[in-house]
């Protein structure tokens, strides 16, 4: 049952076996003027909340206590022992939900440290209602994703965002730099390191003096001066130039540079966010990348849901992408939404975004959008499935497993079994969507029972 309290209205559940010293710590918690109230156990709330215990509490209805209510207070959440934590559990409780665990007595002020907190999050929470006006979708990977772009735009530390091509890295770098609170905060300076050049020693980072290369025919600022005061995004930073990565260090290690050209040390002061598609600790391993200046850039590391993990949330990037394209509030068929949510996209949510122009611009009228807006060329297509997933190569897999003994039935049960692990194991589990995928019935998933006699010998010979 949940419990709606005003948001500035504390909770508590107590696990703890002495009730003695609970009842002053309530006592203090209210005498400070923070509202706080007892939740039953079969009530949950939306609102911040504690979760008391001692060291003759029961772990597991500790744990099961935070499991139960994490998802509702969306990470607002405190475990606090009375006495003292067994060692070791701090660190299940945090991953049970909770968002911090200290003991009362071992902190100087308690109640101020809970008044922060209160008012961090009240902040936090204006700040993701925001967030998810801009960044669309609803889904549980998503909207942690949102919860640590917020927490990241409150502090002024070097910012990593990792994710594949076309996930949003540059449009959660500018709502990053929109939040930022800094006193007369300057631009957004954006550089591709894709495009820069070795042989001209980083101008478009650094500047440079007139006549310090071929076609220098006027001084000129880099991108490092543009953004003193404001904010530096260096995307795809994973291609930056190995001889320039020693240049970059210096600049966030002293905040000094020097243009091409020049003798002259000049300061800037930024803050720094950088975006990858590429795994930089493993280019750090192969020697691609420093790994001083790996270090350097990782304040924050977020990490951006490629769309085919957040499948959820394809319907309503849907509807906001058409509202931006089309203009008008027209009804979406539900076979499209379907579709739409079944295929693949390797650009993510730029390539869905595309989709859904083109599907815009095919549209007739004030109907609905249904599957005839779709562009013949997005469509499945089903006429050459045997070149789609490669001909020769299924007839090498085919002919292997005959020669091994096997009948049609045995091929047919073969390609049934792989068929439905393969979209279980895409749709993390969810039986509806794998059905959905399959074109069957989600009964018939249900009863599917995983064999390795089957599946295993034969998914290296494909």
């Not at 010293?21 to 923070?34: C, D, F, M, P, R």
């Not at 058409?322 to 949510?349: I, M, W």
């Amino acid at each position: 049952m949940l419990n709606k309290l005003a948001k500035d209205e504390l909770w508590f559940k107590s696990f703890c076996q002495t009730s003695s010293l609970l009842a002053e710590v309530i006592h203090t918690i209210a005498q400070s003027g923070i509202k706080i109230q007892a939740l039953h156990f079969q009530e949950t709330a939306t609102s911040p909340g504690i979760i008391f215990f001692d060291s003759h509490a029961k772990k597991a209805a500790v744990l099961e206590g935070i499991l139960e209510q994490a998802p509702f207070c969306e990470q607002q959440l405190i475990a606090i022992s009375l006495d003292v934590i067994p060692n070791g559990f701090s660190w299940q409780l945090l991953s049970a939900g909770a968002s911090d665990v200290f003991m009362w007595n071992s902190v100087e002020n308690p109640v101020q440290v809970l008044a922060a907190r209160l008012s961090y999050w009240d902040k936090a929470d204006k700040q993701l209602q925001y967030l998810q006006s801009k960044l669309i979708g609803k889904s549980n990977i998503w909207q942690a994703a949102l919860r640590q772009i917020s927490d990241m735009a409150a502090t002024d530390c070097p910012i990593l965002i990792l994710g594949e091509s076309g996930t949003g890295k540059e449009l959660v770098t500018k709502e990053i730099h929109h939040l930022d609170t800094r006193k007369d905060k300057q631009d957004l300076v954006v550089v591709d390191c894709t495009t820069i050049v070795p042989s001209l020693s980083g101008s478009e980072l650094f500047g440079h003096e007139r006549g310090a290369f071929t076609n220098a025919i006027s001084t000129r600022d880099g991108a490092i001066s543009l953004a003193n005061g404001g904010t530096l995004f260096l995307d795809e930073l994973g291609d930056l130039p190995a001889a320039l990565q020693p240049e970059l260090l210096r600049v966030l290690q002293e905040g000094t540079y020097k243009r091409v050209g020049s003798n002259t040390w000049r300061k800037a002061h930024f803050r720094l966010i950088s975006a990858t598609n590429r795994d930089l600790a493993e280019e750090v391993k192969i020697g691609n990348f420093r790994q001083d200046l790996f270090y350097r850039i990782s304040g924050w590391v977020c990490h951006l849901p490629a769309l085919r993990e957040r499948r959820e949330d394809i319907p309503l990037l849907v509807d906001y992408f058409l509202k931006k394209v089309h203009k008008k509030n027209q009804p979406v068929a539900p076979e499209v939404y379907q579709y739409l949510s079944a295929r693949d996209y390797p650009g993510n949510v730029r390539e869905l975004q595309q989709l859904v122009s083109r599907i815009a611009n095919k549209h007739i009228g004030e109907g609905p959008f249904t599957v005839g807006d779709i562009p013949e060329a997005d469509r499945p297509h089903f006429q050459n499935r045997e070149s789609f997933f490669g001909k020769e190569e299924l007839a090498q897999a085919v002919k292997r497993m005959i020669y091994a003994g096997l009948s049609l039935k045995d091929l047919k049960e073969i390609v049934t079994n792989i068929a439905k692990e393969v979209a279980i194991d895409d749709e993390h589990g969810n039986l509806k969507q794998a059905a959905q995928k399959l074109g069957c019935s989600e009964r018939i998933l249900q009863m599917h029972k995983k064999t390795d006699i089957y599946i295993n010998p034969y998914l290296k010979i494909c």
